[in-house]
């Protein structure tokens, strides 16, 4: 978790390429914050059209009901939803995961998801023991969210299965002076040196170490430079 521009999606993208092929990957849409389980149902209908993992036929109906096109075969309940229902489904479906090859499900701006799916994605975690017994090698789980702008219920469980060594929480610090510098440097804008030289600790200063805010920054920097001396100089 962190500020936005922190970081936290290039950090995902980073992790996820070391096994691509092992990761699912999910940015959720800004669009479904308030539309019930509409991150949830986004989040089925994208990796079962891709990897459908094997369940049973009672947890099919009852994820249909979210994701009909993703369970094709299956007719919805029309029962009243059930959240307790509706988890242990998702859990099960979750744990499948891992006999289809995916090592990590990763789910990118969580703080977008709607409640009733944060609760969803919660208890994937306060059932962690229940998901790993449903089946050997069920996935990692990495969700990325800015900070303070995901429900209670996300939050707490985070806390509780960090408590039971079942999860970690990192929080994305802005840049160091040093750190500014050492990104110029990764971006040909600078030396390599552990001390900050002045560009650097003028972006640090104007950004706060604002990764996102330094690059845009130093881009446009960059740019007049070549303006003003030539691409050559």
């Not at 040196?193 to 950004?207: F, I, S, V, W």
């Not at 920097?221 to 001396?229: G, K, S, T």
């Amino acid at each position: 978790q962190g500020e936005p521009g922190v970081g936290k999606t290039r950090l995902l993208r980073h992790l996820a390429a070391a096994a691509e092929r092992q990761t699912e990957q999910v940015s959720l849409h800004a669009a479904l914050k308030h539309e019930p389980y509409a991150a949830l149902a986004q989040l089925l209908h994208e990796v079962q059209a891709r990897r459908k993992p094997r369940i049973g036929i009672p947890e099919q109906i009852e994820l249909a009901r979210l994701a009909p096109l993703a369970f094709a075969e299956v007719k919805p309940s029309d029962s009243a939803l059930s959240a307790p229902r509706l988890h242990a489904a998702l859990r099960h479906w979750f744990a499948r995961l891992g006999d289809c090859g995916v090592q990590v499900l990763v789910l990118d701006d969580v703080q977008y998801a709607d409640a009733a799916s944060q609760a969803a994605f919660a208890s994937l975690l306060t059932n962690a023991s229940e998901a790993a017994e449903a089946a050997e090698g069920a996935p990692a789980l990495l969700m990325a969210h800015r900070s303070a702008e995901v429900e209670v219920v996300l939050e707490e469980a985070v806390a509780q299965a960090q408590a039971q060594q079942q999860a970690q929480r990192v929080e994305l610090p802005r840049l160091t002076p040093a750190g500014v510098q050492a990104l110029l440097a990764a971006m040909d804008a600078a030396p390599r040196t552990g001390e900050p030289g002045a560009l650097a600790q003028h972006l640090h200063k104007r950004t706060g170490g604002n990764p996102l805010f330094v690059i845009q920054l130093a881009r446009q920097a960059l740019d007049l430079f070549v303006r003003i001396y030539g691409a050559q100089a």
